[in-house]
T-cell receptor, first 117, second 109 residues
Framework: DADVTQTPRNRITKTGKRIMLECSQTKGHDRMYWYRQDPGLGLRLIYYSFDVKDINKGEISDGYSVSRQAQAKFSLSLESAIPNQTALYFC????????????????FGPGTRLTVL | RKEVEQDPGPFNVPEGATVAFNCTYSNSASQSFFWYRQDCRKEPKLLMSVYSSGNEDGRFTAQLNRASQYISLLIRDSKLSDSATYLCVVNYNFNKFYFGSGTKLNVKP
């Protein structure tokens, strides 16, 4: 079984609809992230959470909200979807840095392809 | 200005060739550096971390130049299976990761 799962994998919706993308992980990591990927722009951070009580905005949080229901679950919502939110969305997890400030690789889910018409 | 910039390519090389990618970053306080590999329509996966002294993993060598604020990835003896998009990633304060838009590599028979 995959360590980081995302549902749905594909979604087509209409402008103005509310959409929730879900992410679950079995890695036991405290840190979770939501990104979107657009052609030519790379991955951009939407929100991140360092534990259940900690939620932070990323560089492109407008139009999005998140909920960290448990250590293992981090959901992304589009309250009123618009066409320019059409993108590939990735959830990721990581461990915090080590005591010596060591490396902290991110582990990604398989992505959700969202199309807003 | 983007936090991380990469040549999008594509780099089209024959099997067995050596190919190198560079990536520049804007924040001199950047602390961690990585190369990720992303296959078409798939999630990014860590290829290798980049250490200050440079590091090698089989056919792959990564270098960091803090003075000029760039990192590089060298792939020797390219295989067809190396065809993918290579993402440069940096972070600082260990809080946020900044991704380049990726460099596409096509290895041809």
């Amino acid at each position: 079984d995959a360590d980081v799962t995302q549902t749905p994998r594909n979604r087509i919706t209409k402008t103005g609809k509310r959409i929730m993308l879900e992410c679950s992980q079995t890695k036991g990591h405290d840190r979770m992230y939501w990104y979107r990927q657009d052609p030519g722009l790379g991955l951009r951070l939407i929100y991140y959470s360092f534990d259940v009580k900690d939620i932070n905005k990323g560089e492109i949080s407008d139009g999005y909200s998140v909920s960290r229901q448990a250590q293992a679950k981090f959901s992304l919502s589009l309250e009123s979807a618009i066409p320019n939110q059409t993108a590939l969305y990735f959830c990721a997890t990581s461990e915090p840095p080590g005591l010596a400030g060591g490396w902290n690789e991110q582990f990604f889910g398989p992505g959700t392809r969202l199309t807003v018409l | 200005r983007k936090e991380v910039e990469q040549d999008p390519g594509p780099f089209n090389v024959p099997e067995g060739a050596t190919v190198a990618f560079n990536c520049t970053y804007s924040n001199s306080a950047s602390q961690s550096f990585f190369w990720y590999r992303q296959d078409c329509r798939k999630e990014p996966k860590l290829l290798m971390s980049v250490y200050s002294s440079g590091n090698e993993d089989g056919r792959f060598t990564a270098q960091l130049n803090r003075a000029s604020q760039y990192i590089s990835l060298l792939i020797r003896d390219s295989k067809l299976s190396d065809s993918a998009t290579y993402l440069c990633v940096v972070n600082y304060n260990f809080n946020k990761f900044y991704f380049g838009s990726g460099t596409k590599l096509n290895v041809k028979p």
